[in-house]
């Protein structure tokens, strides 16, 4: 309890870089985007959230793959679209307004991740972040980097570099 | 070092300014200009170049334009007649400069004996035997500098105390020959600050300025007070300044300008006559007791080129140094404008034991023995000169990037503007007419902010074209072909981006026309025709695009003999039919070359496909027209940004795509007949006795087929090489101008894809690549062996 504390109060102005180094030394918590795709649960960690938008279309990119759903115009921006539910191998999001894009930074490019809903902001010890067992026979397996419960609900947390990068296939 | 490095590209930066400055100059020179401003401008550029290159210790380069200097000082003066032998030589002297600034660029060395026979030529006409010893000049140079800088302060100085009669005269006879027929009154002012001027803010270059504002002005430094260095307060004034001025303002205007500094000074103004007044100051005491020791600080400036240097030559050196005796120099620098007189004096004197050949100013004393009479006469000159270049340069440098920020930004509020515009319908007009007028207004400002700020990025084409008139030079010595290059429209402005992809193309196109459109003088004579050749450079802008013509007065396009090559080559069909125009465009075909034989110059077969590449890359197009006999002309029309495209929209599926408008050739509804599969899978369209390769955006894209296939177009595009491919697509939905973005800077390359914009309606529409379209259909095909039945099938269709 005495450990929260601090943590607590550097939370409240989160969105400093140099803040969440801080807690990484200490040890503390990270913040996470938590958001649906189908009944599943996923996050990511907020630092690397520009922005969330509703689904509003796409322009489609020919000859990408499935689950690269086009580009859309970030305020004068191209930003490509993943959609992850297709990512998993599920199937194309059959997108509406409802439907959310998340867009990130990723390296030096931005992204948006279509996703169903965004349901939290989870606020997570690190030490509660659990490595992804190695015999997990899921099939967003290389897409997982950890597994977070949160009331009682399994929360996967996405690795951001695998999910952009079209080169890695589940 | 960092810093040094970054006066260095400044410096080369000008340096590109004042050589294309100097080439036009000289250019006038040539067409037998007689104007002695010319001579002035041309010998600025140069001293400005020199200056520079001496603070860098580019020996090669100082040496060698001292000496053209020293030339061009002459012809000013009227000392060399500008013969046409003469300018001939200083045109090639240019030239030359112009390769030792390259090579200074690059950190090479020319070779020892580069320009030596030119440099011995300009020193033939200087008679300086002392820099005729050829290219290690350098040496003798400085040597021979400081021989004559130690006579001249004599003379210079001397002059102030009207002591030396002939010398005054001299300089009277100058004065009278350049100053406006006012009539005027002479004054001796003698200036002496009290220590502490410089702490009341004054500055002495200003009383100069205004002073030269009034009249024709004799200036003659005192450095008496100079004390050593080890005791020199930098912020005291040392030096006092005797001003003969002829002026028909009056002495009231004269006393004004000393108005607010009459406190902080030792001042007297005195009405002299023609001939000057006896002495009032003393004349001993201009500087010979202190040869050496006061002389350290002062020319420490302008004569060595310390690292700190680089700022004087620069032109961003304001005056605000604490060092006196800079202040009056720095205005050459500044305005490029002639020494006033004070420079040579104040700083030659004293420095006998280490001026080197490189200091700014050194130059304007080294010229002739009789150096005391060309400062006044170059102050006279001045002061005749117009006023014009006192207004001083009103331009900045800014980083490219910014502009580029602010080209995109406005970019995207023309997009945000376009679709406000689209949401107002006519039952908004009639609830809210001042919104709809309010958005009428903010098209119209949206539309002048963006034509400004793209102006910002044009640049005229001076630039590119001033380095024409060298190139053709060298062409007509190499062929032994007269030609003559007459350029117009060269203040048309074109986006900077453009231009710096231009010269290549520009030069092929004039080598061509020199080399294959020119004839030799005698056949020229027996066509009769004017021994010299012209080839017409020309720019001008025709609506939303620039337009560059090179005509040249040759033979024109040989029709037989392109089309027998083009034959030969396989370029097209033995029995083709082709117009008179298409046949001319045909030497834009890659691998075509008509000279008999494969000259350096041009021939090699490569150029006019490239020039046409280069050009279509710029979103551009060329063309030939041709009379035989009478020459031919190459005209090329360039967007006037790279920013923006003229695009054609048209429809696949559901999405929308952009083709560049100036690579359509057309487009059309095809006859099924038309329609034909080649062995190897793929489809041709034959029109008017040609085949046109058919390249389908769907198939390409992995697209569905369509419903209804028969009313597929065909757009006609032409492609790098000059070929044509025929795509295929659903829909045209209109022209727009589009506002270019990248893709690749959040995704990887597609091929096919050239980039992205964004519509009207906010979405994004994808811009296609064609020639890298091809590459992917081509690989399609011959992935694919059963590629024919979906030709088969548009055919049906069209049926």
Known sequence: ?170 | MDALEEFKQTYFQECDELLGDLESHLMALQDGETEVETLHAAFRAIHSIKGGAGAFGFDRLVSFSHTFETVLDLMREGKVAPSEECVGIVVRAGDIVADLVAAARNGEEPAADFGADVLDQLAAIAGEEGAAEGADAGGEDAADDVDEIEFTPIPVDLDGDGGDGGDAEAQDDADEAAAPPAASERFRITFRPAKTMFTRAHEPLIFVRELRGLGGVTTTADVSDLPDLAELDPEAAYIGWTFELKTAAGRQAVEEVFEFVIDDCDLTIEAIDENGQPVSTDPGEGGEPQPDAPAEPQPDAPAEPQPEEPTPPAAEAAPETPEMPETPETPDTLETSDEPPAVPTAEAEPTPDEVEPTPVEADSAPTAPTAGPKPADKSAKEAAAPAAKASGVTAIRVDLDKIDRLVNMVGELVITQAMISQQSDPLLAERYPQLVQGLEQLHQHTRGLQDSVMAIRAQPVKSVFSRMPRLVRELSAQTGKKVKLVMSGESTEIDKTVIEQLNDPLTHMIRNAADHGVEAPDVREAAGKPAEGTIHLSAEQRGGRIVIQIADDGAGVNREKVRAKAIERNLIAADAKLSDEEIDNLIFLPGFSTADQISNISGRGVGMDVVKQNIQKLGGRVTVRSEPGKGSRMVMTLPLTLAVLDGMIVRVGDDHYVLALANIVESLLPHKDDLQPVAGGGTVLRIRGQYVEIVSLRRSFDMAPPADADQELIVIVEVEGGDQVGLVVDEIVGQQQVVIKSLEENFDPISGIGGATILGDGNVALILDVAGLRAVHKRKVAGQSQTTSRVDRDQEHAA
């Open chain 1, 1 to 170: 309890m005495m450990d929260d504390t601090p943590t607590v109060e550097t939370n409240l102005d989160s969105g400093q870089g140099q803040n969440r180094e801080i807690e990484h030394v200490v040890g503390s918590t990270v913040q996470l985007i938590a958001f649906t795709v189908g009944e599943q649960y996923y996050c990511i960690d907020i630092m690397a959230v520009r922005e969330i938008r509703a689904w509003s279309g796409t322009t489609t990119l020919p000859k990408t793959a499935e689950f690269v759903r086009g580009v859309i115009n970030l305020r004068g921006t191209i930003v490509p679209i993943i959609d992850l539910r297709a990512r998993f191998g599920q199937g194309q999001t059959d997108a509406n307004k409802s439907n959310v894009v998340i867009i990130l930074s990723v390296g030096e490019r931005l992204y948006g991740l279509l996703a169903d809903t965004v349901s939290d902001i989870l606020t997570v010890p690190e030490k509660d972040i659990h490595p992804v067992p190695e015999t997990d026979g899921a099939a967003e397996n290389p897409f997982i980097e950890g597994l977070i419960t949160k009331d009682s609900q399994m929360v996967a947390m996405i690795a951001l570099e695998q999910v952009v990068d079209e080169a890695v296939v589940h």
